[in-house]
């Protein structure tokens, strides 16, 4: 990596390059920065939703100029799954969509040598109760932290 500066937009097209092409993924809906699906019926094979969250520089080593820099990358997903039949169903249904994206993910951890490693994963759940008549509606968010140098 020889860039002083990340293209923060060139990751994120890798990582959504990378779960569009995986069988495990390829069903899924995945959105690169749009908006939050707030449709549960979009979400009958799984939706994915790639942004952005921010990029953290500091000095790599003292001394050495402007163009060797450390960097933390911040991605958020959103990943959603629905079931007709009950709350549980839809649960189990989001589990396999997040093993399956994160999977893609961990097999290429660099995401194609753009950065260094994934250095932190954490995952908050949350369940949508606007549409239990006909849709039972669960996603999570998963925080992604990857980190590298710049030169």
Do not use: C
Request: charged share 25%; net charge negative.
């Amino acid at each position: 990596m020889s860039d002083t500066v990340k293209n923060v937009s060139d990751i994120l097209i890798e990582l959504e390059k990378q779960l569009k092409a995986d069988t495990r993924t390829a069903g899924m809906k995945i959105v690169r920065m749009g908006q939050v699906n707030t449709d549960a019926s979009k979400a009958n094979t799984g939706w994915v939703g790639l942004y952005a969250d921010g990029i953290d520089y500091g000095p790599h080593t003292l001394g050495m100029g402007f163009s060797n820099w450390d960097f933390e990358l911040h991605f958020k997903l959103v990943v959603q799954a629905v079931d007709r039949a009950n709350s549980a169903n839809a649960h189990v249904r989001l589990e396999k969509h997040i093993k399956d994206v994160l999977d893609v993910i961990l097999s290429d951890v660099t995401l194609n040598s753009l950065v260094d490693k994934l250095d932190r994963l954490t995952i908050d759940y949350a369940t949508d109760e606007t549409d239990k008549s006909t849709l039972h509606y669960e996603g999570a968010l998963l925080s992604l932290q990857f980190t590298g140098r710049t030169n």
